[in-house]
């Protein structure tokens, strides 16, 4: 019955094009990270991350609206660095305020969505190097027909599943059928919406995987390639790993 | 029976002192690689990987016996390249050839260490900058009762299962429990050698994984600390990250 309404919403809105929003995760300590700043304002090659990744959903091509989840006192200073030509018009650019976990940022930000937004992206800035191209096989593949969509890339370490305190190996799962999930995700809105009040409504406050929100409703997830650059910025290693990729002219 | 057997086995070994034999596994074509040789001589910072990894089980200073396995062509090469004082002894450095597969090295390599040896570690040459510290920890771990111990680090990705063609989301495994395993993995020499005997018995022929042959023993598996440094080097990318990290002095 959900999935009936969705559909037919979606043909009507279809007749009209497709408007596509993407909301930007911007709103960590970066704390892992020890720089002693906020992680949307931590530096690759000189240009903060948050600018790094709104600048490659700019070069997508694909999006109308940028919703960045940002800490609340840096709001302005976000939204200067977000202001691209692409986000130039009315509504284009929104700075919403992040909350205190992951999932209450996503929620602040999906309301700062337009309600015209058939298509929403939920992106990491930690992921700023996710190349456009990427960013536009989402959108395409939930332009195709799919609900939701993620990227995701094989798992290439051998993995064991371990007893509660960690010291001792209970199994090994099969690695051939495990993928590593990336963002952007996409989503039509309804359905990222509505996985969202059904997470609220059970008390959920701290997921931080959208799609896994989304399979809850009963709704299936298409998987798409990623991307080796769109890796996650985390640890001060992952920050050595992407100004030296930089540097070596491997990311743009 | 065959628990009890192998402690009795250990208990007097132990009271002649503990002799540590460690496989090196430098077989590899190093195709993944692209660099247009064997893995074992891809250098970084100038250095082959498995004369890298030589000289940090050499630094661990619980090693007695090493034993590589190469390509048979390179055996020799491979030889000098391991040739380190802390191996200059009679048996105390042997190189075997390489099998078609990881499993058929490690076997292989198996009859190359000496019936004195009471612990055998697995390494993989691609974890060259694994520390002499992980190393020694893995040693003292099996000298302290553990039949097989392995070191394995959190799994920091956000992973699904997929279905056979890899295209939608079949289910969310719990990261929590999840493990990345490394190597050196330590175990004692003859569980290790009945884990590969039994192996040949089934017909397994591609075994990627002692720890895991070990477990279908029956035999416990402990995990300890991994470290960020033992990461595999497997792609072009992987090289590039050691080539930067070696630059920026953050390994050794």
């Given at each position: 019955m959900y999935a009936a309404a969705v559909i037919v919403a979606w043909a009507v809105a279809g007749s009209g094009g497709v408007t596509v929003a993407c909301i930007l995760v911007a709103a960590g300590t970066g704390e892992r990270l020890g720089v002693g700043r906020p992680k949307a304002l931590v530096e690759v090659g000189g240009t903060p991350i948050?600018?790094?990744?709104?600048?490659a959903v700019a070069a997508s091509g694909v999006v109308q609206h940028l919703v960045v989840a940002a800490p609340t006192w840096l709001g302005n200073h976000v939204g200067r660095l977000c202001a691209l030509p692409a986000f130039d018009g009315r509504?284009?650019?929104?700075?919403?305020s992040g909350g205190l976990t992951r999932q209450q940022s996503v929620e602040g930000a999906l309301t700062?969505?337009?309600?015209?937004?058939?298509?929403?992206?939920?992106?990491d800035a930690a992921r700023c190097f996710a190349p456009p191209a990427l960013i536009a096989q989402v959108v395409a593949a939930v332009r195709a027909g799919a609900y939701a969509v993620v990227p995701a890339v094989p798992v290439v370490d051998t993995l064991v599943e371990v007893d509660e305190p960690g010291s001792t190996v209970v199994g090994t799962p099969d690695r051939s059928r495990l993928r590593a999930v990336q963002t952007p995700q996409g989503f039509r809105r309804q359905v990222l919406v509505d996985a969202h009040l059904a997470a609220t409504r059970r008390g959920d406050?701290?997921?931080?995987?959208?799609?896994?929100l989304v399979r809850r409703l009963g709704v299936k997830v298409h998987v798409?390639?990623?991307?080796?650059?769109?890796?996650?910025?985390?640890?001060?290693?992952d920050l050595e790993r992407a100004e030296a990729l930089l540097a070596a002219g491997r990311l743009r």
């Open positions: 948050v600018r790094r990744a709104a600048e509504d284009q650019l929104v700075v919403v700062g969505t337009p309600a015209e937004a058939d298509v929403v992206l939920v992106h406050q701290d997921a931080t995987d959208d799609a896994g798409i390639h990623g991307a080796d650059e769109a890796f996650k910025i985390t640890t001060p290693q």
